[in-house]
């Protein structure tokens, strides 16, 4: 089993910047590919970023050049770096694992709110 908690959420003004961090325990290393999704009030979770265990990764359009994910493979945490926040960013913000024996793994959710 893999179990993901998610922290570094809040309330930020737009253009402000927060991290998210995701600590993964368990079988780590049947770990495929780790990811951050989003879901806004009334609409279906999209994909943020995501990275290999070899630290390839791909964003979606809505986020690139002001999100960044990253890994620390020592501490088994994945961050989600989020700059110059815009008010439709506003979401629970999911982190995700995919394990070769586990399928798919979630975390609980980290609420990101942004608003002057």
Request: aromatic share 8%; with cysteine.
């Amino acid at each position: 089993q893999v179990q993901l908690v998610e922290s570094g959420g809040g309330l930020v003004q737009p253009g402000g910047s927060l991290r998210l961090s995701c600590a993964a325990s368990g079988s780590i290393s049947s770990i495929i590919v780790m990811a951050w999704y989003r879901q806004a009030p009334g609409k279906q979770r999209e994909s943020v970023a995501t990275i290999t265990p070899g630290g390839s990764t791909n964003y979606a359009d809505y986020v690139k050049g002001r999100f960044t994910i990253s890994r620390d493979n020592v501490k088994n945490t994945v961050y989600l770096q989020m700059n110059n926040l815009k008010p439709e960013d506003t979401a629970v913000y999911y982190c995700y694992a995919l394990g070769r024996a586990t399928g798919n793994i979630w975390g609980q959710g980290t609420q990101v709110t942004v608003s002057s």
